[in-house]
């Protein structure tokens, strides 16, 4: 059994800095565990710069018993890095890159019996459907978690400076509800919210 975090988004800006989100990823988790923090949402360059962020600020938001040892993900190495990995983060930002990359892996089977914790487009990639606040409009996810998702719901921030104005939210639901599996559960999050689920 796989078990799966998601998260809305913004996580480090969340009130607590996304201290819950993690400490649920590493919950049935002791001592030193490996975290892949996977990036594949951002452009390449930004990745390091990223992962300078995770390892500096990560320990303090899990629990004393935790230590982390983290690794950046790279896609020539990916199935190995899961493979020794206990947890894979993955990484928010664009969900057409992210997909992309995935898609080159035999995922869900290879972090099977893992945990994977995933944020914003992290979270997008790996329902049934979305909404992305990004295109504004239902898109499909590759189907591993047989849910609905929103990411950002009901955030101001996210949008703030986009020149299309801000998201009608209710309508974002309400175009959700008609896409996709109707039988499924749709999770409409806020940001720093997250919902645990096993598979």
Same mark, same amino acid.
């Given at each position: @059994?796989?078990?799966?975090?998601?998260?809305?988004?913004?996580?480090?800006? %969340?009130?607590?800095?996304?201290?819950?989100?993690?400490? &649920?990823?590493?919950? %049935?988790?002791?001592?030193?565990?490996?975290?892949?923090? #996977?990036?594949?949402?951002?452009?390449? &360059?930004?990745?390091? &710069?990223?992962?300078?962020?995770?390892?500096?600020?990560?320990?303090?938001?899990?629990?004393? $018993?935790?230590?982390?040892?983290?690794?950046?993900? @790279?896609?020539? $190495?990916?199935?190995?890095?899961?493979?020794?990995?206990?947890?894979?983060?993955?990484?928010?930002?664009?969900?057409?890159?992210?997909?992309?990359?995935?898609?080159?892996?035999?995922? *869900? +089977?290879? /972090?099977?019996?893992?945990?994977?914790?995933? =944020?914003?487009?992290?979270?997008?990639?790996?329902? =049934? =459907?979305?909404?992305? #606040?990004? /295109?504004?409009? #239902?898109?499909?996810?590759?189907?591993?978690? *047989?849910?609905?998702?929103?990411?950002?719901? +009901?955030?101001?921030?996210?949008?703030?400076?986009?020149?299309?104005?801000?998201?009608? /939210?209710?309508?974002?639901?309400?175009?959700?509800?008609?896409?996709?599996?109707?039988?499924? *559960?749709?999770?409409?999050?806020? &940001?720093?919210?997250?919902?645990?689920?096993?598979?």
């Amino acid at each position: @059994m796989t078990k799966y975090v998601l998260n809305s988004g913004a996580v480090h800006s %969340s009130k607590d800095r996304g201290t819950a989100f993690f400490k &649920e990823i590493v919950a %049935s988790l002791s001592g030193p565990i490996t975290i892949l923090c #996977c990036f594949f949402a951002l452009p390449r &360059e930004d990745w390091d &710069e990223k992962f300078l962020v995770h390892q500096r600020d990560l320990p303090s938001r899990l629990p004393n $018993n935790v230590k982390p040892i983290l690794i950046l993900a @790279m896609p020539d $190495n990916f199935v190995t890095q899961v493979q020794t990995a206990d947890v894979v983060y993955i990484h928010g930002g664009d969900d057409h890159l992210l997909q992309y990359w995935l898609k080159q892996f035999d995922v *869900p +089977r290879l /972090w099977e019996n893992k945990v994977v914790g995933a =944020s914003s487009a992290g979270s997008n990639a790996l329902v =049934s =459907s979305y909404w992305t #606040c990004d /295109w504004r409009k #239902c898109m499909d996810g590759l189907g591993i978690l *047989p849910i609905r998702f929103i990411a950002h719901f +009901r955030s101001t921030a996210y949008t703030a400076n986009d020149p299309r104005g801000p998201i009608d /939210w209710d309508e974002a639901h309400r175009e959700l509800e008609d896409y996709g599996d109707k039988g499924q *559960p749709i999770h409409a999050l806020e &940001e720093g919210e997250f919902i645990s689920l096993t598979v």
